[in-house]
């Protein structure tokens, strides 16, 4: 009935979430709320890693991308569930360090660490630098010395998987900012200086085609070429390298139209090819990663808000304006993003208008969705958008002194805090005068 699965509707035709009535928590913890389904999150974390021990024999480990939705909670379920972590900043390591996370499951990327940013992993133990570029290896190579440590590496690599008849924000290509080129060579110069390093060690590769992915092809591809390069390295430095590290980015659901692939479909089709591929090329297998953010965050997330002016110009637009925007989810505003809404006090109601739900900030891209089929919907209605899990909080701003709301978790029938909603001292806390 809804694009997520954990959703569905009450006696009272109330949404409900985890067991818990959306429309009960709205007025117990207010609007706008984020609301995790903690099951949910759980659950996704688990398809990836059941699917790893199923199709390649346990021999990998699944990465939660933090950046998806990086908070102490969804940490330290990650890590309860299994999974390593990956993190792209010095913040998203603090906040892994917080939530105790071993070390030796976090993988740090980013295509400019800064030098205190390497510093700081390296003092703390980081299990592994998902390496950009020259000036990074130089730096890291330099600071693992002072530390008096070997630094575990794998370098990110472009495939250069030929994605132009996917629609999808590439980074697999030649012309992105992200890591080193297969074909101008700059992948295997960069592995050969390394292995003159002293401080560093290549134990592995890496390669992220891209997000909100719905075909398998091009993992498999990439994956293909990633064993040619391993199988290169081999034959030409010497070097075995013991990981292949196949990034995220598998697509979701976020309205009716989108048509997701079972995630363990792609461990699937990804493992034969490695297999198949280690052979030919007289390789080891290698360790897999994986690095899953979205399809485990987006799912579990919905969005409360309440409804305030409805504004309907005839012959126009119907806008209806709710008390959060693109300072919580600014998806809209950055990729014309879709969704889907649900009136949560009238859920099962029949869509009988064309309306547009805006935010409540000053600008006129401020918008959740556009020409959205919705009930009639009143004043004081609470309006809850779906699958909001993923590079919403984690994304969002405090744009026109907007705090920004809180988090609850919910699973099964119970919910709590685990984001407190900011408020005006937070909004001035690092104002000076
Ligand atoms: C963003 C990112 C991911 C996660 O992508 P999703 O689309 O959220 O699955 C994984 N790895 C890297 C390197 C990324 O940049």
């Given at each position: 009935m809804f694009v997520s699965e954990n959703l569905s509707v009450n006696e009272k035709n109330h949404l409900v979430i985890g067991k818990n009535d959306a429309v009960e928590l709205a007025k117990e913890f207010g609007t706008p709320l984020y609301v995790l389904d903690e099951d949910l999150f759980r659950k996704n974390c688990r398809v990836y890693k059941n699917a790893m021990d199923k199709y390649y024999g346990g021999n990998g480990l699944v990465l939660y991308a933090n950046k998806a939705l990086c908070t102490l909670f969804t940490c330290r379920a990650a890590m309860e569930e299994g999974l390593g972590v990956d993190v792209v900043s010095g913040g998203e390591l603090y906040t892994a360090i917080k939530a105790g996370?071993?070390?030796?499951k976090v993988y740090f990327h980013g295509n400019n660490k800064t030098a205190d940013e390497i510093d700081f992993a390296v003092k703390n133990g980081v299990g592994c630098f998902i390496v950009d570029n020259v000036y990074e290896l130089e730096t890291l190579n330099e600071t693992a010395k002072k530390y008096g440590v070997v630094q575990n590496i794998m370098f990110r690599i472009k495939p250069g998987v030929d994605a132009h008849t996917h629609s999808f924000i590439r980074t697999?290509?030649?012309?992105?900012?992200?890591g080193v080129a297969l074909e101008n060579g700059e992948a295997f110069e960069i592995t050969e200086k390394a292995c003159k390093?002293?401080?560093?060690?290549?134990?592995g590769v890496h390669c992220h085609i891209g997000s909100?992915?719905?075909?398998?092809e091009p993992f498999k591809e990439a994956a293909d070429i990633m064993m040619n390069f391993i199988g290169d390295v081999k034959d030409k430095l010497g070097l075995e390298i013991e990981q292949l590290n196949l990034g995220g980015g598998y697509g979701i659901m976020y309205t009716e139209n989108d048509d997701p692939v079972p995630y363990d479909e792609y461990i699937k089709h990804v493992s034969e090819v490695v297999k198949a591929a280690a052979e030919k090329r007289n390789v080891k297998l290698p360790f897999i990663l994986m690095e899953p953010g979205r399809s485990i965050a987006a799912p579990a997330g919905v969005t409360l808000y309440t409804v305030g002016g409805v504004k309907d110009i005839k012959n126009v637009r119907k806008y209806i304006s709710v008390d959060g925007g693109m300072g919580d989810n600014p998806r809209y505003i950055l990729y014309q993003s879709e969704y889907e809404a649900v009136v949560a006090n009238n859920a099962s109601a029949a869509r009988t208008e064309k309306v547009t739900i805006a935010g409540?900030?000053?600008?006129?891209?401020?918008?959740?969705?556009?020409?959205a089929m919705m009930p009639e919907i009143h004043v004081g209605d609470t309006l809850a958008v779906l699958?909001?899990?993923?590079?919403n909080y984690s994304m969002a701003s405090n744009y026109n002194r907007i705090p920004r709301p809180a988090m609850v978790a919910v699973s099964d029938g119970s919910a709590r805090v685990i984001v407190k909603r900011e408020s005006y001292d937070d909004l001035i806390k690092n104002d000076v005068l």
């Open positions: 996370f071993p070390m030796d697999g290509q030649i012309d992105s900012k992200f390093m002293s401080n560093v060690k290549v134990v909100q992915i719905f075909d398998i409540k900030c000053c600008e006129s891209g401020d918008i959740l969705l556009n020409d699958a909001t899990g993923a590079y």
